[in-house]
């Protein structure tokens, strides 16, 4: 009779002795990619001033993290009008363009491989940060419950409500859909790899998605077809800039951050994952509705769960879900099948070399959500590797090279 003991201790060390499915090759696009482990878009707020130009430290920190299966780029914006926080990157101006070649190079030279997201923030900004300090614009006058982070009279971050948006005229949008080709065509001028369009999250293309955000009577408001129209032009126009093998998409479905609401998420979401499918992306990125859960270590609750299961079923290609993952639950989600590829947010943010510790159930550093926005070397490009903790490399040490 087996001892139930040794049997299942067996288990546990082929379990071990398997090689991990985060750890396998994956083509996506043109790349094949080292593994599963991407970095998730994470805003840092750390852009050079004046001019919101990324900055040799900001190279240093995603050189600092080439080792990611994909790193992508915090949330970029593609125009004056698309910026909603203070000291945020964009890729509109030819210095903005030149400061995201020296990043992509860097991670380049360190063999990674880098998309850049592209964002316009819609609503959640403040008219601080906007042109001619008019209100930001929207899809309909809905002012969100929600705060954006500006600069203060005295250079600091401060927390500020969000104002009453102004609704964007029809006659704007083709001029909308130029500013991510153009962003898209930036993007590789300065040598990154792809792009991803930032449909998540809240904002402006979520914003036109979601019915709680969206009133318009006109082409663009109404039925999921409609309301998804922005972002099927957005999409059309970006692959004609790069080629739809280097786009990818994020989407958030159920979320509620940023003040968000959908009647009916599940047609919603059901109608743009299928229209995906037309398009051959690179890959669809879904924050994970089940983040809380994932992250206390529960299984998800049913809503969120059917969501997932509904966008495996409807999109034919790789899927990306970011959201509350540790190497263990990132690895049951691969095995299941539910996802092909896990992006890593706040562990990438205290861990530069995160795959490595994943790959070998090492313990991770704790992220310090106080240096996440804004500031210096503190909090972002000093956090140690594994072989800096174990004085087997030396300190990270900035030198001039990135100042
Ligand atoms: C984010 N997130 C985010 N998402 C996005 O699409 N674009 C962005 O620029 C940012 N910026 C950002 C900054 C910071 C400091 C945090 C913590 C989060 C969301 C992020 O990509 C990810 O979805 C969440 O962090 C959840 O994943 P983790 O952190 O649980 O792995």
Redesign the pocket.
């Known amino acids: 009779m087996p001892d139930t003991d040794t049997a299942a201790g067996a288990a546990a060390r082929a379990q071990e002795q398997r090689p991990l499915k985060l750890s396998e090759p994956l083509k996506v696009g043109p790349y094949t990619l080292r593994h599963r482990v991407v970095m998730?878009?994470?805003?840092?707020s750390r852009a050079g001033q004046p001019g919101n130009v990324p900055a040799p430290l900001n190279a240093c920190y995603y050189a600092q993290r080439a080792s990611a299966a994909l790193i992508?780029?915090?949330?970029?914006q593609v125009s004056l009008q698309g910026q909603g926080y203070a000291w945020?990157p964009g890729i509109h101006s030819r210095e903005q363009v030149e400061g995201w070649r020296r990043v992509a190079d860097a991670v380049h030279e360190a063999s990674g491989l880098m998309f850049m997201?592209l964002?316009h923030v819609g609503r959640i900004s403040h008219p601080s940060l906007q042109p001619d300090q008019m209100p930001p614009v929207a899809p309909s006058p809905v002012k969100p419950n929600a705060e954006t982070f500006i600069e203060n009279e005295r250079g600091e971050g401060e927390l500020a409500p969000c104002v009453t948006p102004r609704a964007l005229q029809l006659e704007e949008m083709p001029y909308l859909v130029r500013q991510y080709w153009r962003g898209a065509r930036n993007a590789m001028k300065a040598g990154m790899d792809g792009i991803?369009v930032?449909a998540?999250?809240g904002?402006l293309l979520d914003q036109f998605i979601s019915s709680g955000t969206n009133r318009r009577t006109d082409e663009y408001g109404g039925a999921p077809a409609q309301r998804a129209r922005l972002l099927f032009e957005v999409l059309d126009s970006v692959c004609e800039a790069c080629g739809p093998q280097k786009v990818g998409v994020?989407l958030?479905p159920l979320s509620t951050f940023n003040d968000m609401h959908d009647d009916d998420p599940e047609a919603t979401f059901a109608y743009i994952a299928g229209k995906l499918n037309d398009y051959g992306l690179a890959y669809l990125?879904i924050?994970?509705p089940a983040?809380a859960s994932?992250?206390r270590g529960v299984p998800p609750e049913e809503r969120a769960q059917r969501m997932i299961d509904l966008i495996r079923r409807t999109y034919r290609g790789v899927l990306m879900i970011?959201?509350?993952?540790n190497g263990q639950s990132a690895e049951h989600w691969l095995e299941a099948g539910t996802a092909d590829l896990i992006?890593?947010?706040?562990?990438?943010?205290a861990n530069p070399d995160l795959p490595a510790r994943l790959f070998a159930q090492a313990p991770l550093n704790t992220?310090d959500?106080a240096t996440?926005?804004g500031g210096g070397e503190r909090g972002y490009t000093d956090y140690p590797s594994l072989a800096q903790e174990r004085g087997e490399a030396p300190k990270a040490v900035i030198d001039d090279r990135w100042r």
Do not use: D, K
């Open positions: 998730a878009p994470l805003t840092r992508i780029t915090e949330a970029t945020t997201q964002w991803e930032h998540a999250n904002y994020r958030s990125h924050v994970n983040t994932v992250e970011a959201g509350g993952f992006a890593f947010g706040r562990p990438f943010i992220p959500p996440f926005y």
